[in-house]
């Protein structure tokens, strides 16, 4: 996976990807990241990449110039068919079956905003994709790179010690992950579920699939609404809300 990420703080980003599964991806070779600086791309001795909006207002916008030689710096450094993404608050929620998406694809820029964000023009000119982390404020868009590679690299087939882990984690099936334990089997009067330590596979498998999905209606009942639950699904989900007494108005529906 060759991935480039078009950015007023190149170490920033770069610092940050050195540590746990990203770092040992690049480390390996599994996945490439590079950074591209606007600045160099300015014509002025003052490296100038904002400037002021039509129309009044606070703030900077990044200009056009700059950023469209970034963006095709960081283009021709990857494969052809490499997409564009800018980091935007009007994108497209960024979602476990996105970042699926991403990992197939044969290169991805990811564009960094700052300030008041970019002149519209360049979005038009250069955007394959919007992506939104969600619904709140960030001062630029080098932490939601960062996390949209992050989501990617670790999908990649021998990032992870143990290819399953991706499969098991929460929302890769649309709903969250059951409770997890470790050594000692008593904590302070806390106990390891029983079931955990019996040996029985199945009766596992059965007693975290019943975890997560009443996880996933207590916390995320959103989650639910998105997926079509089979009748063995409806059937887990109703023994939790009857063994954890949840009310009649939060109950799953046939």
Do not use: N
């Amino acid at each position: 996976m060759q991935i480039q990420v078009v950015t007023l703080f190149p170490e920033m980003v770069t610092q940050a990807l050195a540590f746990g599964v990203c770092g040992r991806a690049l480390s390996r070779g599994l996945a490439e990241v590079g950074v591209v600086d606007p600045r160099d791309h300015a014509t002025d001795m003052h490296r100038t990449v904002d400037d002021r909006p039509y129309g009044g207002g606070p703030g900077m916008v990044l200009k056009f110039a700059p950023l469209r030689a970034a963006i095709g710096q960081a283009r021709g450094r990857l494969p052809a068919g490499a997409r564009v993404v800018f980091l935007t608050p009007q994108g497209r929620r960024f979602d476990q079956t996105m970042a699926r998406e991403m990992r197939d694809w044969p290169g991805l820029v990811l564009v960094a905003g700052r300030y008041e964000g970019f002149d519209e023009r360049i979005v038009e000119a250069e955007a394959d994709e919007e992506l939104s982390l969600g619904d709140f404020v960030l001062s630029g868009g080098e932490i939601a790179a960062m996390a949209v590679i992050d989501a990617v690299v670790r999908l990649l087939p021998g990032v992870l010690g143990d290819e399953a882990s991706a499969e098991q984690e929460s929302f890769s099936e649309g709903l969250l992950d059951c409770p997890q334990y470790t050594r000692p089997d008593e904590i302070e009067g806390r106990a390891v579920p029983a079931v955990l330590l019996g040996g029985d596979h199945a009766a596992i498998r059965r007693w975290r699939r019943v975890q997560a999905l009443g996880r996933t209606l207590a916390r995320r009942p959103d989650l639910l609404d998105r997926r079509r639950l089979d009748a063995e699904d409806r059937r887990l989900l109703g023994e939790y809300v009857a063994g954890q007494g949840v009310p009649d108005r939060e109950r799953p529906g046939d």
